[in-house]
């Protein structure tokens, strides 16, 4: 009986650390925390312990709390789509109240441990759990600008490391914010287009276009083309004290071509396999990019 009884206490706890994965999206959360610390180490003169904690520590906080109130405006809209109705809220396992309390207590946490950085991180944190939760979310079912305001809270992760690590907001994470911007435009297309007809059942209005069509390729190839160039400017010495240097800038260019040739791929092609390729391809060159440039400035 004891053996039965606490296999069961081990099963919910491993089903409320899975609901609460799933409520905060743990990997999203992940990765932009990573586009933080990575950020973070640009900025910093010397790397610090603590204020990297705290800064892991609030990002996935802020995160998770933009993705549960996402999650808690979206339930009904969640139910209808193949992808999402096994989500804690609409398939019955987590109460609104219980995911509302969950957001709350994040961005309290969030907010604090940021502040502690310094007030700055807090604020930009803070605009982002905004936009993406009363601009971003409500749009998505309106229009397909929704993708364009969402792009601005989902490019301030990468500044937002430099910022907490230099108390200062100037060229510097701005050229940051920029290619993170642009590069959400070809990522979250091709996931669009992907999910094209799941979307559709939540009435969810994702490609510019509205379809699946060369209008939608041609526009993924140019935002693409503005971040390949957008990544390369601070080889130029104009954008303070963010440095790349010639080589490291080849291969950034280089993995932008690499991105752009799956563009190009789903242009002539126009089919989710091409669309899946180039998404994939987009999340590596994200890691990849912020890699360089923080080994770049190490050695």
């Known amino acids: 009986m004891k053996t039965a009884v606490g296999t069961v206490k081990s099963t919910s706890w491993s089903l409320i650390f899975s609901d ?10 992940v990765s932009v925390v990573f586009s933080s610390i990575a950020g973070y180490f640009l900025g910093a003169d010397h790397v610090q312990a603590g204020p990297l904690f705290l800064l892991a520590f609030g990002g996935y906080c802020m995160v998770g709390a933009s993705n549960a109130y996402n999650q808690v405006i979206e339930k009904d809209l969640d139910a209808l789509m193949n992808r999402t109705r096994n989500r804690p809220i609409p398939a019955g396992r987590m109460s609104v109240n219980r995911a509302m309390a ?3 207590v994040l961005t309290v946490l969030g907010v604090v441990s940021l502040y502690v950085l310094n007030p700055k991180t807090a604020m930009f944190a803070a605009i982002s759990i905004f936009l993406y939760t009363s601009v971003y979310t409500p749009l998505k079912t309106k229009t397909p ?4 305001v969402g792009a601005f809270p989902g490019a301030i992760p990468f500044m937002l490391g430099w910022v907490a690590a230099t108390n200062d907001f100037g060229i510097e994470p701005g050229t940051l914010f920029m290619i993170q911007f642009f590069w959400q435009f070809p990522h979250f297309w091709a996931l669009g287009w992907m999910l094209d007809e799941d979307y559709k059942k939540g009435g969810f209005k994702m490609l510019p276009t509205g379809k699946k069509d060369k209008g939608t390729a041609l526009q993924i190839i140019m935002y693409t083309i503005w971040m390949m160039v957008i990544s390369v400017i601070p080889v130029f010495g104009v954008t303070g004290n963010l440095h790349l240097s010639i080589p490291a800038a080849i291969l950034v260019f280089l993995m932008g071509s690499v991105m752009l040739a799956f563009a190009f791929r789903l242009y002539e092609r126009r089919d989710n396999v091409s669309a899946k390729r180039l998404m994939l391809a987009s999340v590596a060159y994200i890691t990849l990019m912020q890699i360089v440039y923080v080994v770049d400035k190490l050695i």
């Not at 609460?20 to 959360?29: D, G, N, S, V």
């Not at 600008?145 to 364009?148: A, E, G, K, Q, Y």
């Open 102 to 104: 969950i957001a709350i």
């Open 20 to 29: 609460f994965k799933e409520i905060t999206k743990a990997r999203l959360a």
């Open 145 to 148: 600008l929704s993708v364009f």
